[in-house]
């Protein structure tokens, strides 16, 4: 596609509950990053995948979140049994392969936990 | 759309005027580096980029100085304009810590762009 999209928009659960984040890069790109994003803040890294192996995952916060890319493309965050302090905008971004290219962004997800 | 904005410094410009956005960042070790626009209620918007072995790098209408000595990044926006309102991130990648993918984002700066 033209640029990174991110599904929902929004999400609203309730606590306790699980959510999936869902990422879809641009088309080519290998390397796909999620980070949280704070108001007034710049974005956190969580984890990042090259194809379908994730790379790194020392920026998530604890074993209740996951992510997955099983064929290299789309990507899954997952966040099981949700608390308040998850709330927050998450944002995905993607980039072609090599060392030095940037990062692409998509709009996010806010995620709101009642 | 959400702030992005809420307790960032604020750089207030008149149209037309140069900006001249400023950043420090963390590690020496860090060899790329970029610039990002972020609009109300949107991702972080790239701009321009420049690696550690560069100390310039123009774009259109922006350029970017990297000061390795003391850390130090800046993004100059020449004749600036009502649509580059928005908070501007610095962001620097480094081959350390085991990591070589993430990014890590400096505090932003809202500019205001009176007309």
């Known amino acids: 596609g033209a640029g990174v999209s991110q599904s929902p928009r929004y999400k609203v659960t309730k606590r306790g509950q699980d959510v999936a984040l869902r990422c879809d890069p641009i088309?080519?790109?290998?390397?796909l990053y999620w980070y949280r994003q704070a108001l007034g803040q710049g974005p956190e890294f969580l984890t990042y995948?090259?194809?379908?192996?994730?790379?790194?995952k020392s920026g998530l916060p604890n074993d209740r979140f996951s992510a997955e890319r099983p064929e290299g493309s789309i990507s899954t965050l997952t966040i099981q049994r949700t608390e308040q302090r998850d709330s927050a905008m998450y944002r995905c971004?993607?980039?072609?392969?090599?060392?030095?290219?940037?990062?692409?962004f998509g709009d996010g997800t806010r995620l709101s936990i009642l | 759309g959400e702030s992005v904005g809420l307790h960032l410094p604020t750089l207030s410009v008149q149209e037309g005027d140069n900006s001249i956005i400023n950043c420090a960042y963390s590690?020496?070790?860090?060899?790329?580096f970029i610039w990002y626009k972020q609009e109300s209620g949107k991702g972080p918007q790239f701009i321009i980029d420049?690696?550690?072995?560069?100390d310039k790098r123009q774009g259109q209408r922006v350029t970017v100085l990297l000061n390795k000595t003391v850390k130090h990044l800046s993004l100059q926006i020449a004749a600036t304009q009502p649509g580059d309102s928005a908070v501007y991130f610095c962001?620097?990648?480094?081959?350390?810590?085991?990591?070589?993918?993430?990014?890590?984002f400096g505090k932003g700066t809202k500019l205001s762009v009176k007309p």
């Open positions: 971004a993607s980039s072609l392969a090599g060392g030095d290219q940037p990062q692409h």
């Open positions: 088309s080519g790109h290998v390397s």
């Open positions: 995948f090259n194809y379908e192996a994730q790379q790194d």
């Open positions: 590690n020496s070790a860090s060899d790329y």
């Open positions: 420049i690696r550690s072995n560069m």
């Open positions: 962001a620097e990648k480094g081959n350390y810590g085991g990591s070589q993918g993430n990014l890590i």
